[in-house]
């Protein structure tokens, strides 16, 4: 079965700053990996995935994340947060091998990310 | 934004009624999901599709059924509704393996 944590319910940062949204996952073989941002009354939005390749993925709005396979890592950063960053964050996983590629998708229970001005 | 449409975006019925939630799309993806949305839960896949007429359970399916007699429509039916139903429900599809998934914008379904 695979999983994925996303340890903090709420991350708080400042304008400006740097951030960072955590997710580990565990997968019998190798992960597909995703982040989705959910605004209010919206759906999800896609926004990276971690297939194969450079273990840095760049995104959609400045968002980037770093796949870590010792650590089963997939954290989401931004350089420097908005105010507009401000939203609910998924990590989602799905095993490269399962169901024949049909699978739906695992997601975290989420990270609500506060940007302060 | 992905076109997919949900319907209704709204609903409040009573224990005991039948529900379909319809999920409608115009991209052609072979792929198709429901998922529910419950505070602390994050999201849980319910049913999938990957072409018309084939489908299989996710993770939490008991008490829904689907169809999906076309392409572009996906159909989630909640044949007896109960209380523990009572949840933000969305559909997404997907293209191919490598590609993410695209969410329709949801229906709240309330169960009283």
């Not at chain 1, 947060?81 to 590629?101: E, I, T």
């Not at chain 2, 505070?39 to 999938?48: E, F, K, Q």
């Not at chain 2, 039916?77 to 997907?94: D, G, H, K």
Request: charged share 20%.
């Amino acid at each position: 079965a695979q999983s994925v944590a996303q340890p903090e319910d709420q991350v708080n940062v400042a304008e400006g700053n740097p951030l960072t949204v955590k997710c580990t996952y565990s997968v019998s073989g190798n992960p597909y990996l995703f982040w989705y941002v959910q605004y209010p009354n919206r759906g999800l939005q896609f926004l990276l995935k971690y297939i194969t390749g450079d273990n840095l993925v760049k995104g959609s709005y400045g968002f980037e994340a770093e796949f870590n396979k010792s650590q089963t890592s997939f954290h989401l950063k931004k350089p420097s947060a908005l105010v507009s960053d401000s939203a609910l964050y998924f990590c989602a996983v799905r095993d490269m091998g399962s169901g024949g590629g049909a699978d739906g998708l695992t997601f975290g229970k989420g990270t609500h990310l506060i940007i302060q001005p | 934004d992905a076109g997919i449409t949900q319907s209704p975006r709204h609903k409040v019925t009573e224990t005991g009624t039948p529900v379909t939630l319809r999920c409608h799309q115009t991209e052609n993806h072979r792929y198709m999901y429901w998922y529910r949305q419950d505070p602390g839960h994050g999201l849980r896949l319910i049913h999938y599709s990957y072409g018309v007429k084939d489908t299989d359970k996710g993770e939490v399916s008991d008490g829904y059924s689907v169809s999906r007699s076309k392409t572009e429509d996906f159909l989630l039916t909640l044949e007896s509704a109960t209380s523990s139903q009572t949840s933000v429900y969305f559909c997404a599809i997907r293209q191919n393996s490598n590609q993410p998934q695209h969410f329709g914008d949801g229906t709240r379904l309330s169960i009283l």
